[in-house]
């Protein structure tokens, strides 16, 4: 059975940290590329991060792409032993309050993780 279960958020204040993590199962981790995508509320979805899977040579724009809105604070990274995906996050800003979803491919989602950037 396929699972992708996230982890790390919570309440912080702006400027600081947090790290994310996504342990999946239930499928062959290291051939799938890893995404994160957010929901703030009353929003759409929005994609964060990816992180290329090691087959895929073809990275016309590297491993590792982001956002917009998140690029140069957020950084995706990968561990193929144990399964997971992380999203680091620094300099949060009210504006990353969203509930956090990783994504295998196009096919497998997780439950989310709710993310608050409050003072």
């Known amino acids: 059975q396929v699972q992708l279960v996230e982890s790390g958020g919570g309440l912080v204040q702006p400027g600081e940290s947090l790290r994310l993590s996504c342990v999946a199962s239930?499928?062959?981790?290291?051939?799938?590329?890893m995404r994160w995508v957010r929901q703030a509320p009353g929003k759409g979805l929005e994609w964060v991060a990816d992180?290329?899977?090691?087959?895929?040579?073809?990275?016309?724009?590297?491993?590792?792409n982001y956002g917009d809105s998140v690029k140069g604070r957020f950084t995706i990274s990968r561990d193929n032993a144990k399964n997971t995906v992380y999203l680091q996050m620094s300099s949060l800003k009210p504006e990353d309050t969203a509930v956090y979803y990783c994504?295998?491919?196009?096919?497998?989602w997780g439950q989310g993780t709710q993310v608050t950037v409050s003072s």
């Open positions: 239930g499928f062959t981790f290291s051939s799938y590329t």
């Open positions: 994504k295998a491919g196009a096919t497998y």
């Open positions: 992180i290329k899977n090691l087959d895929d040579q073809t990275w016309p724009g590297g491993r590792t």
